[in-house]
């Protein structure tokens, strides 16, 4: 069972701690308690830490600039149960509406695996800092102050 923790905003990582990563090939209407409904990509990420591994289910709301990480409270997996857990969260996405698309973190080169961890909304500290809503931030600034001047001609 997937819970959502409000407590990650990201999960920021180097390419050595990614176990796997699943990412959606569609962006479905989702509507997550608390956070304004739309379009959302899903990803399944598996992640090494010091003490074992761990599954985590990030939902990137683009139009809000937001997110949401859902766990399954169990660290420190043997390889069995991180399995179990890896198919639960593709389970619980599925049931949400995405179709996944397995990434084969493993087998991409280096300078691929890179690239992702430079633009996919997963690997940024927060939802925020992402490229796109930085450039939608400002577009929406550069049209106010255009509006602004504009009116304040008359």
């Not at 990563?21 to 990509?41: D, F, M, R, W, Y």
């Not at 709301?61 to 890896?86: F, K, P, Q």
């Not at 695996?113 to 996919?120: I, P």
Request: with cysteine; proline share 5%; net charge negative.
């Amino acid at each position: 069972m997937f819970n959502l923790d409000e407590r990650y905003r990201g999960l920021p990582a180097t390419r050595e701690q990614i176990l796997a990563l699943h990412t959606s090939l569609n962006t479905p209407h989702v509507a997550i308690p608390g956070k304004q409904a739309g379009p959302a990509q899903a990803f399944v990420v598996g992640l090494r830490g010091g003490q074992g591994a761990a599954v985590f289910v990030y939902l990137y709301l683009s139009e809000a600039g937001d997110c949401a990480v859902y766990l399954s409270g169990r660290r420190n997996m043997t390889a069995d149960e991180y399995r179990d857990d890896e198919g639960e969260a593709l389970a619980f996405v599925e049931s949400l509406g995405f179709m996944m698309d397995d990434a084969n973190w493993r087998a991409q080169p280096a300078e691929l695996q890179d690239e992702m961890l430079k633009t996919l909304p997963v690997f940024f500290k927060d939802p925020t800092l992402v490229p796109a809503v930085k450039a939608r931030a400002e577009e929406k600034k550069n049209v106010t102050t255009t509006l602004g001047r504009f009116l304040a001609a008359f």
